[in-house]
């Protein structure tokens, strides 16, 4: 030590008001310039006799000389920390130490200098003293710290300065290290919601900790985030600390709120879906009885979109039902809900309408005429110009407890009864078409009982090739055990809605198969096929196929005696797979009826595609052929499509001769109809039976 520099020197005094103190690496003070003397208020002679634990808070005090010796020995380069000293009065100032080792000529450690310089940032200083000290004794933590992907952040638990940021904090907030230590969280103003630090640190208080909470953070570009934060104390380095782990979940977030979207809006023309709208009713409920406004629920269906649809193809299709969502939208106020409930349904939600029904109900009209205006106007659609108009069911609701389900029934039931005046045109749901909703529902009960129970039989109406019974058509019955006999018209219909027809169906199948087994058995009936009418939600049964021919197995009938009637309006939709189901069953032997053929879309391409054995000459056409000669000129241009695909034709629904002889004058020979029966039951079903009874003229 004896090369000592005189610290006390004029020049040296006059270069710096940095305090200069050489020490010992046991922390004694050997002596120091005039500024680290008047920083402490001692005299540099008293400075002499000190320690630096005498100069330090303990801690400090011990912590600075464990890094002195380490310095001594080599293993550390230099020392730079920043720490509270105690002036000679009891108070105290903060100052970052700077410490370096000095080394003789030989190389061999002189002494430590110490530079000591007053920092009025005493939070800076007090984070650097932290910051410096973390690495000395943590270096398993620091290495962890550096390179983790998670953004790492440590903060006093007093004051919540933070003392340290890993650098992928810094990286992904766009802070330099030397902006972020030393402050807090809140004057960086990465809290794009307040409400989420206050979260973060109740839960702290309460809990000791937090894990992945879902918190808005703010970059320094002042782009914001989703963050997840999961912070605890930890003691480091005696010091009560906050540590902080945050990843950056926005990615996530932007995939959660994808999905979100998707659940709730249709993905076509960007409406509220079906779900979103069940739950803005909910709430359109709740509203109404609160207040007492009356609500109107608008449930729009276009005319004739499948027609459309089918004939300019599903692209056209998809730019008039965008075009339309546009249109409606355009007719409502923004408080007011527009959805799309599926294909070609919408529904409206009209909200704070007035406390009295018939304005409520005006007010509603009002709207559903601009909706009819609208829509009746040309679309251009890919530069095709096309026309439409729409069916409107209003359901005028609220100040009671109804149901979701109710308004939206009451609203489709008045829709139909608009379609059935006509179209293009709106109605009301009226309380007394309640009944009917009543009525169906306790059928439906019915229904799925008389299926338990087997209540149902099934007619054959006979089909007849000049004058030979050669078929018939099987026609389902339901033996009430209340109403009597019931014709399909009544029941069919709610069984295809409820899906409760791919039973009824599978019944009928089996029934009709059995049937042909057992007539194939005796010689004279043996030439005898059954037709079966399939309904279109029972085909689209993906396992429709395997069904049937199960059932032919099961039953042994030979398919080429069993008869599939199915409909044109099944084409409307999924064609090719449609018409693959055909070819397969085909293949099998089995044959198909186009019926109703002439009143549905199917266009002569499409028919032209379908594995066809027959076509039916409809009930409606025959019962206009002599009165109406388009109906006349509608079977002529039947028979002569089928003579020309070399398909047999046969004409349903013929009651009198004259029918019967205008039709065999077209070509057609196959006729099914009260002129020669009435469907029967089995046990009444007469092959050789040529005439119904009360027929005079047996039939040619
Ligand atoms: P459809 O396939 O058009 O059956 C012919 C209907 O016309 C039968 O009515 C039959 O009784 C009636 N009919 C036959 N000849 C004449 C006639 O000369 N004049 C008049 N006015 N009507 C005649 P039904 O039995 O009431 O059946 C009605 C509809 O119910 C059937 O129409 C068919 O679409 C459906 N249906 C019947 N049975 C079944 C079934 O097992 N499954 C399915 N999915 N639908 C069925
Ligand atoms: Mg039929």
């Known amino acids: ?156 638990v007093g004051d919540g300065t933070i003392i340290d940021a890993n650098p992928a904090f810094l990286e992904s907030m766009g802070f330099d290290s030397d902006e972020v230590i030393g402050r807090t969280s809140l004057e960086l103003g990465i809290w794009a919601n307040e409400n989420d630090r206050l979260k973060i640190s109740k839960a702290l208080q309460e809990n000791a900790g937090c894990k992945d909470v879902e918190v808005r953070l703010r970059r320094k570009s002042g782009e914001v985030f989703w963050g997840q934060v999961s912070a605890s104390f930890a003691e480091i380095e005696d010091v009560a600390c906050i540590v902080s782990f945050t990843r950056d979940i926005s990615a996530a977030k932007a995939n959660e709120e994808k999905i979100k979207n998707l659940a709730f809006y249709d993905t076509l023309t960007g409406l509220p879906n079906r779900r979103l709208l069940w739950e803005r009713l909910r709430q359109a409920l709740i509203a109404s009885i609160r207040s007492g406004s009356k609500h109107a629920l ?44 599926g294909g070609d349904e919408f529904v409206i939600i009209l909200e704070d309408l007035s406390k009295v029904p018939e304005i409520a109900a005006a007010q509603a009209k009002i709207v559903g005429g601009k909706i009819l205006s609208t829509i009746d106007q040309p679309f251009t659609l890919n530069g095709r110009e096309c026309h439409t108009t729409a069916s409107i069911g209003i359901s005028v609701f609220g100040g009671q407890s109804e149901s979701t389900n109710e308004v939206l029934e009451q609203a489709d039931i008045a829709m139909y009864q608009a379609k059935a005046t006509g179209r293009n045109a709106m109605s009301f749901f009226a309380p ?24 149902f039989s099934l007619f054959y109406q006979p089909q007849l090739d000049r004058g030979l019974t050669v078929g018939a058509e099987a026609l389902i019955r339901w033996k009430h055990p209340q109403r009597g006999l019931m014709p399909p018209g009544d029941f069919v219909p709610l069984a295809e809605e409820t899906g409760l027809i791919v039973s009824l169906g599978t019944w009928v199948l089996e029934t009709a198969c059995t049937q042909i087994a057992a007539w194939a058995n005796r010689k004279e009936e043996a030439h005898l096929s059954v037709a079966v009418n399939i309904s279109a939600r ?48 085909k293949e099998h032997g089995v044959m198909f009826t186009l019926e109703d053929f002439g009143t549905g879309y ?28 388009i109906s006349g000129a509608v079977a002529r241009a039947i028979i002569s499509i089928g003579k020309a695909m070399g398909l ?24 099914q109809g009260y002129l020669f029966s009435h469907p029967l039951p089995l046990a009444e079903f007469n092959w050789r039976q040529r005439v119904a009874p009360g027929c005079t003229r047996p039939p040619v």
């Open 1 to 156: 030590m004896s090369d000592l520099a005189p610290l006390d020197t004029p020049d040296l005094h006059a270069l710096t008001t940095v305090g200069i103190v050489h020490v010992t690496p046991e922390g004694n003070l050997l002596r120091c310039n005039t500024p680290f003397a008047q920083m402490l208020g001692y005299s540099r002679d008293e400075i002499r006799n000190l320690t630096f634990q005498q100069i330090t808070h303990e801690r400090d005090g011990t912590l600075c000389v464990e890094s002195f010796q380490r310095l001594w020995k080599g293993s550390s380069d230099a020392v730079s920390m920043a720490l509270p000293f105690i002036r000679k009065d009891g108070s105290f100032t903060w100052a970052r130490l700077t410490v370096s080792l000095l080394r003789d000529r030989e190389g061999w450690p002189s002494h430590l200098l110490a530079h000591v310089e007053e920092t009025n940032d005493r939070k800076a200083a007090n984070a650097h003293a932290l910051a410096d000290t973390l690495p000395v004794s943590e270096e398993r933590y620091r290495g962890a710290f550096k390179m983790s992907p998670t953004s790492v952040i440590i903060a006093r």
């Open 298 to 341: 608008l449930f729009v269906d276009l005319d004739g979109f499948k027609s459309l649809n089918d004939t300019f193809g599903h692209h056209i299709g998809d730019l008039m039902l965008q075009e339309t969502a546009h249109r409606i939208a355009s007719c409502v106020r923004e408080v007011d809900t527009v959805a799309r409930l």
């Open 432 to 455: 007394t078409l309640q009944a009917s909703v009543d009525a169906r529902a306790a059928m439906e009960k019915d229904l799925r009982l008389a299926i338990s129970e087997n209540q």
């Open 538 to 585: 029972e085909f689209r049964q993906p396992k429709f196929v395997e069904n049937v021919l199960t059932i032919l197995n099961r039953t042994g009938a030979n398919p080429n005696h069993l008869m599939l009637e199915i409909s044109e309006n099944m084409f409307a939709d999924h064609i090719d797979e449609i018409l693959a189901k055909m070819k397969k069953l």
């Open 602 to 629: 199917s266009s002569m391409t499409c028919l032209k595609r379908m594995p066809l054995d027959q076509i039916k000459i409809e009930r409606s056409i025959v019962s206009q052929i002599l009165a109406d000669p």
């Open 648 to 671: 047999s034709v046969i004409a349903e629904g013929v009651e009198t001769e004259e029918q019967r002889e205008f039709l065999a004058n077209l070509g057609c020979h196959t006729f």
